[in-house]
């Protein structure tokens, strides 16, 4: 099962392309996959929209990206209410399933390839900052693995980017979804499909 923004749902009008759920899936040679995904989502509206479906459905894997949409859809991003959704969603889906591995992730500067002015720069910059330390925070309180997709050296490839700069390329979603599967066999012993699964 797979919640949360563009990066999980792909982009407006680009459905039908490479998503890193979709890869993920397949690297895991998982049968049963939905996708509730939503471009534009922020934290909050993931869980208010998405969180009940994932939980009907009890999954027993969770992976929960998102939050750059409230540092860009805002001048005067509120980290702390992208933190108590994010609580949330982690709190009640390691209660309401607690057969389910759950996954969380932080999120590359975004700022880095999109056309912005310098005080604009910074802001999303700092924003994203912000915003992975508190998804960092949220997920260590629970116990539940971080990917940190912000860290990963591809994380500054322009080529795992698509044209506009932000969602994620095709190649830039296979990476991501390769990083994910070994962290999950390194954490939880997933194999992958290649090795036999």
Request: hydrophobic share 40%; with cysteine.
């Amino acid at each position: 099962m797979a919640i949360g923004d563009s990066f999980t749902g792909g982009a407006p009008g680009q459905l039908d392309e490479t998503r890193f759920p979709d890869e993920l899936a397949r690297e895991l040679a998982v049968a049963d996959y939905h996708n509730l995904g939503v471009a534009g989502a922020t934290t909050p509206q993931v869980a208010g929209t998405q969180l009940e479906p994932c939980i009907e459905l009890r999954p027993d894997l969770v992976t929960v990206i998102c939050g750059a949409n409230d540092v860009l859809l805002s001048v005067r991003p509120d980290i702390d209410v992208h933190a108590a959704a994010l609580d949330e969603m982690l709190q009640r889906l390691l209660a309401e399933v607690p057969d389910a591995i759950v996954v969380t992730g932080t999120t590359p500067d975004l700022a880095n390839f999109l056309p912005l002015r310098p005080r604009s720069r910074q802001r999303v910059t700092e924003g994203m900052q912000r915003l992975n330390d508190a998804t960092r925070m949220v997920a260590d309180r629970y116990g539940v693995l971080c990917l940190e997709f912000a860290e990963h050296p591809d994380a500054a490839e322009r080529g795992h980017f698509a044209d506009d700069g932000y969602h994620p390329s095709p190649e830039g979603s296979r990476q991501a979804a390769r990083g994910a599967a070994l962290e999950l066999e390194k954490h939880y012993g997933i194999r992958r499909a290649e090795e036999g699964t």
